[in-house]
């Protein structure tokens, strides 16, 4: 017998041991989750900061190159001051050579809230925010929100000449987690 049909049997062995493992780990659920994104770049006390930048980040028409780190609060309404959600920890970078505002978002949305506490989801994608609404890939998660996958519904709900922002959130994750 050739090695091929061997090969070929290991493999749907092996995969169909994964979708039954899958199968009984339990059903995925499907999560809605809205909150506000506090982006604060200015001030005495900044939640996002420059950390690197290109040659010609200084005199590019979109900032092409700079790159900023964020610890951004995430709040259960527009208002600074409501309660906090949890922190968006990561990083942005302005990634247009050509076009001004399509950031690379890298960041996680970790929760602190009772219901999500410690839990977190994992974001990796294009942000356009001249766009009205953007849509964000949700990539994976932790906790509760194990094998997240999802997407994310941003809406720019102020910004000022400073850079300060607040960002409406409408998240749906698909997970498997607690």
């Known amino acids: 017998m050739s090695s091929t049909p061997k090969i070929i ?9 994964i ?3 899958t199968l009984i780990d339990g059903a995925e659920t499907e999560t809605h989750l ?3 994104f506090h ?11 420059r950390v690197a930048e290109a040659p010609g980040t200084n005199t590019s028409s979109t900032g092409f190159g700079a790159t900023v780190m964020m610890d951004d609060p995430l709040t259960a309404g527009p208002d600074l001051s409501s309660a ?5 920890q990561g990083l942005y970078a302005l990634a247009s050579r050509d076009e001004t505002g399509h950031l ?3 960041m996680n949305l970790v929760f602190m809230d009772k219901e999500n506490n410690g839990s977190t989801l994992a974001v990796l994608g294009r942000n356009s925010v001249f766009d009205t609404i953007r849509e964000m890939p949700v990539v994976g998660g932790s906790g ?3 094998y997240a ?7 720019t709900v102020t910004m000022d000449m400073t850079g300060n922002a607040v960002v409406e959130y409408n998240v749906t994750v698909y997970h498997q987690g607690q």
């Open 104 to 106: 690379l978002m890298a």
């Open 144 to 146: 509760k929100f194990r």
């Open 19 to 21: 979708v039954r493992l």
């Open 149 to 155: 996958r999802g997407f994310i519904h941003a809406k």
């Open 9 to 17: 049997t290991l493999f749907l062995i092996f995969h169909l041991s």
């Open 39 to 49: 982006d604060i770049p200015s001030g005495n006390n900044p939640t996002a900061v």
């Open 34 to 36: 809205h909150f506000y």
């Open 84 to 88: 906090l959600v949890g922190r968006a």
